[in-house]
C-alpha cells in the first residue's frame, strides 16, 4: 500500500532541529520574562474578517497564501497566518484596555501560508510574537531591539544585520502617495503584473516586491523617509538614540517596508546573509493604528515575529551529550525481578536507566548499550546475586566496580559517577 506523507510545505521536525527550537524557546522565555512580557496561548482558527481587517487585503498574505475555508456553518475560517491579527483580537475581547495601562504579552507557535516551499520558507512555520499595546514613547521601539540584541547573544548568534526604517503615519503616507503614484507610472512598463495592481491600491507595496527589475525601479524612487512629517520625524530620530544609549548597531535601510498593512512609523528586520534567499528571520514594527481599526479605543502597539525555522538554521549544532544514561544488562528470571526495584528507584532520582524489553544474551545487550552511547552499565546474572553483588562497568574508561546489590548504594554511586564526582574505585580491563 502507498505511504500516506505530510502535505506539501509541512514538516516533522525532531532531532537536532526540535533541540535548537527547544534552545530558542528557552532563551527566549528567560529575556521575555525579564522584559516584563506574560506569555498567552491563541486559538489557531480564526473568522477570515480577522485578518483581511489587519492585515490589508492587498497585501500577499491575504490575496493568496491564507488557508481559509468555509466550516459546515458556513463561517468562513482561516488558519492563522502570523500572530499580531489574534493578539489584538485577545486584547480587544479580554478588555485589557481597560484595566491595564499598558500590555506586554508573547506568544509561540505555529503559523500557516500557502507559499511556494523552499529553504526557509514552509506552509507551516513558527513564529515568537511579542507585542507592546499602549505604548507610544519610542523607548519601547528601542527595549525591543534591545530583547532582540539579548536573545541573539543568548544563542551566540553574531552575524547579522538589524535593518530599521520608518513607514511614517497616515498623513506622511497620504501625502506621499500621490508623489509616488506619479514616480511609478513613469516606470510602468517595468513593473511587474503584480505592482501594476499595487500602484493603484497601495504603491508603498512596490517596495516589498521580489522581482529584480522591480527592485531596479525603487532604487530611482522618491522615499517616504525623506518625507515624513515633524512627528514621525522625532519619534525615528529619538528611537535611534535610545538605540544607540543601548550601545546597539542598528542600520537605516529607507527602503525596508513591511508585507503588511498595519505597520506605522518604527519598522526592523533582523537579517543574516547566512540565510541565503530568505534572509529576515525577525521582522516587526509599529501599528499605532491597529487597535483602532478593529474596533477598539485608540491605542498604539508595536511588535515583532521571529522566524523559528529560520533562526534555528543559524544555530550551531547542539552539544549531544553521550554517556548521560546508564543501562541495566540482567541474565536471567531473577536479575529481570530486580530490574522492577531498581528502575522505578532510578527514574525516581533522575537517573536515567535503559534496558532491553526482551530477554537477550549479555552480549547483545552490551552492544545495545554500547548503540545507545550508554556511559555506565549494570550487569546482574545468577553469579552476583549469590554473591550480593552487581556489577558497575564505566563505558568510556572500560573499567568497572563489584558493588553491593542494594539500591541505595547503586543508586548513590550512579548519581555520583553520572556527575562525574567519583572515579572508579578499582580498576580492571574490562
Ligand atoms: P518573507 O519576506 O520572507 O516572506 P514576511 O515579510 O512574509 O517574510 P513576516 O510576515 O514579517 O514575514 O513574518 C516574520 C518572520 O516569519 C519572517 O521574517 C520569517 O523569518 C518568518 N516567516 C514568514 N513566512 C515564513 C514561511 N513561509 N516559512 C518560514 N518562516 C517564515
Ligand atoms: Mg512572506
Same mark, same amino acid.
Given at each position: ?225 525623506? +518625507? #515624513? ?8 530620530? *529619538?528611537?535611534?538614540?535610545? @538605540?544607540?544609549?543601548? %550601545?546597539? /548597531? ?110 537477550? +544474551? #549479555? ?8 548503540? *545507545?552511547?550508554?556511559?555506565? @552499565?549494570?550487569?546482574? %546474572?545468577? /553469579? ?47
Amino acid at each position: 500500500m502507498e505511504k500516506i506523507r505530510t502535505l506539501r510545505g509541512f514538516r516533522d521536525i525532531f532531532g537536532e532541529e526540535l533541540g535548537k527550537f527547544k534552545r530558542i524557546e528557552q532563551a527566549f522565555r528567560k529575556y521575555s520574562a525579564r522584559f516584563g512580557f506574560r506569555e498567552i496561548e491563541l486559538p489557531i482558527l480564526e473568522k477570515t474578517e480577522l485578518f483581511v481587517r489587519s492585515i490589508g487585503d492587498t497585501t500577499d498574505i491575504v490575496e493568496k497564501e491564507m488557508f481559509t475555508f468555509m466550516d459546515a456553518g458556513g463561517d468562513s475560517l482561516s488558519m492563522r497566518p502570523e500572530a499580531t491579527a489574534g493578539m489584538v483580537r485577545s486584547y480587544l475581547q479580554e478588555g485589557l484596555y481597560a484595566t491595564e495601562r499598558m500590555t506586554k504579552v508573547c506568544t509561540i507557535g505555529p503559523m500557516f501560508r500557502h507559499e511556494r516551499p523552499q529553504k526557509g520558507r514552509y506552509r507551516q512555520f513558527h513564529q515568537i510574537d511579542v507585542e507592546v499595546f499602549g505604548v507610544k514613547e519610542p523607548l519601547v521601539d528601542a527595549e525591543l531591539i534591545l530583547l532582540v540584541r539579548m536573545l541573539l547573544d543568548e544563542l551566540e548568534i553574531r552575524r547579522y544585520r538589524i535593518e530599521v526604517n520608518s513607514v511614517g503615519c497616515k498623513m506622511c503616507r497620504e501625502s506621499f502617495r500621490r508623489i509616488l503614484i506619479d514616480f511609478f507610472e513613469t516606470r510602468k512598463d517595468e513593473l511587474c503584473g503584480d505592482c501594476l495592481r499595487r500602484l493603484e491600491k497601495n504603491p508603498l507595496r512596490i517596495f516589498d516586491c521580489k522581482n529584480q527589475q522591480c527592485i531596479g525601479v525603487t532604487a530611482d524612487s522618491p522615499l517616504l523617509f525623506d +518625507s #515624513l512629517c515633524e512627528e514621525c520625524k522625532d519619534h525615528f530620530d *529619538l528611537f535611534r538614540q535610545y @538605540v544607540a544609549g543601548f %550601545g546597539v /548597531d542598528i542600520e537605516v535601510n529607507k527602503r525596508l517596508v513591511r508585507g503588511l498593512d498595519y505597520y506605522t512609523k518604527t519598522v526592523f528586520e533582523i537579517t543574516s546573509d547566512d540565510l541565503g534567499a530568505q534572509k529576515a528571520f525577525i521582522a516587526g514594527g509599529r501599528y499605532d493604528n491597529l487597535v483602532e481599526e478593529m474596533g477598539g479605543p485608540a491605542t498604539a502597539g508595536i511588535g515583532f515575529a521571529v522566524g523559528v525555522e529560520r533562526l534555528a538554521m543559524l544555530l550551531p549544532p547542539g552539544e549531544a551529550e553521550p554517556g548521560t544514561e546508564c543501562f541495566f544488562a540482567g541474565i536471567g528470571d531473577r536479575a529481570r525481578d530486580y530490574l522492577t526495584t531498581l528502575l522505578k528507584r532510578c527514574l525516581t532520582e533522575g537517573i536515567p536507566l535503559r534496558y532491553a524489553y526482551e530477554a537477550k +544474551s #549479555l552480549k547483545a545487550q552490551m552492544r545495545y548499550a554500547d548503540n *545507545l552511547k550508554c556511559g555506565f @552499565v549494570l550487569i546482574l %546474572g545468577d /553469579d552476583e546475586i549469590d554473591r550480593g553483588t552487581i556489577t558497575l562497568r564505566d563505558m568510556t574508561g572500560k573499567s568497572q566496580d563489584e558493588l553491593p546489590l542494594d539500591a541505595d548504594t547503586i543508586v548513590n554511586t550512579l548519581k555520583k559517577r553520572l556527575s562525574g564526582q567519583a572515579p572508579a574505585l578499582s580498576t580492571r580491563d574490562g
